[in-house]
T-cell receptor
Framework: QKEVEQNSGPLSVPEGAIASLNCTYS??????FFWYRQYSGKSPELIMS????GDKEDGRFTAQLNKASQYVSLLIRDSQPSDSATYLC????????????FGTGTKLQVIP | DAGITQSPRHKVTETGTPVTLRCHQT?????MYWYRQDPGHGLRLIHY???????DKGEVSDGYSVSRSKTEDFLLTLESATSSQTSVYFC?????????????FGDGTRLSIL
C-alpha cells in the first residue's frame, strides 16, 4: 500500500462545474496535509493547507480532512480551463525532520 | 514567490561524468530538500538538510551526495551520473520547526544523462 494514494486521472470536468480530487493516506500519525498544483513543465505550487478535521475554504478551493477515514480531498468550484493541471496531495508526519510524502498526483482537465 | 533559485535549469551530460546542481535561497529557511520527479513515482526525497553542515538521506539517496556550507546554498552532486538519474530535480525549502510548515519549491532542473 502506498503511503499516499491518488487516482492518476485524468479527471475531466466541464467549465463551471465542481472538480473533486481525492487522496488517502496510510500513516495515522499524519498531522499536516497540503495540496499542490503543478502545471506541465512547472514546479509544484502550494494552494491549500489543512491541519484539522473538517473543511477549509480559500476562494474557489475547499480542502476537506477526515482523519478517522484517513482521507483528504480538494474541491474546486466554478472550474476554469486555467485549473487544468496535476494536483499533488502531500502528507506530513508529526515531529521529526519535516518529512513530507507526496502522492503521484491527479491530472485535472477542465473542458471549455 | 519563495526566493529559491536552481541552477542550471537544464543540463545534458554523459554517463560517468560528475554533475552538481545548486539550490540557492534568500528566505533564510532552515530546511532544504532535494527531490526527483519521475513519471509514475511522483516526488521522491533524495537528501535533506536541517542546518549548515547538517544533512541526511532520503528514500532514494544512492548515487547522490549533498553539501550545505551556508544557510542559503544546498548542493546536490551525482558523483558518476547514470542514465537512471535522468529526471527533473526540485529543490524545496521550509521554515522553522513545527508541523504546519509547508514546503515551497524551486523551478526545477531538467537533467538528461546520455
Amino acid at each position: 500500500q502506498k503511503e499516499v494514494e491518488q487516482n492518476s486521472g485524468p479527471l475531466s470536468v466541464p467549465e463551471g462545474a465542481i472538480a473533486s480530487l481525492n487522496c488517502t493516506y496510510s500513516d495515522r500519525g499524519s498531522q499536516s496535509f497540503f495540496w499542490y498544483r503543478q502545471y506541465s513543465g512547472k514546479s509544484p505550487e502550494l494552494i491549500m493547507s489543512i491541519y484539522s478535521n473538517g473543511d477549509k475554504e480559500d476562494g474557489r478551493f475547499t480542502a476537506q480532512l477526515n482523519k478517522a477515514s484517513q482521507y483528504v480531498s480538494l474541491l474546486i468550484r466554478d472550474s476554469q480551463p486555467s485549473d487544468s493541471a496535476t494536483y499533488l496531495c502531500a502528507v506530513k508526519r508529526s515531529g521529526g525532520y519535516q518529512k513530507v510524502t507526496f502522492g503521484t498526483g491527479t491530472k485535472l482537465q477542465v473542458i471549455p | 514567490d519563495a526566493g529559491i533559485t536552481q541552477s542550471p535549469r537544464h543540463k545534458v551530460t554523459e554517463t560517468g561524468t560528475p554533475v552538481t546542481l545548486r539550490c540557492h535561497q534568500t528566505e533564510n529557511h532552515r530546511y532544504m530538500y532535494w527531490y526527483r520527479q519521475d513519471p509514475g513515482h511522483g516526488l521522491r526525497l533524495i537528501h535533506y538538510s536541517y542546518g549548515v553542515k547538517d544533512t541526511d538521506k532520503g528514500e532514494v539517496s544512492d548515487g547522490y551526495s549533498v553539501s550545505r556550507s551556508k544557510t542559503e546554498d544546498f548542493l546536490l552532486t551525482l558523483e558518476s551520473a547514470t542514465s537512471s538519474q535522468t529526471s527533473v530535480y526540485f529543490c524545496a525549502i521550509s521554515d522553522l520547526d513545527g508541523d504546519n510548515q509547508p514546503q515551497h519549491f524551486g523551478d526545477g532542473t531538467r537533467l538528461s544523462i546520455l
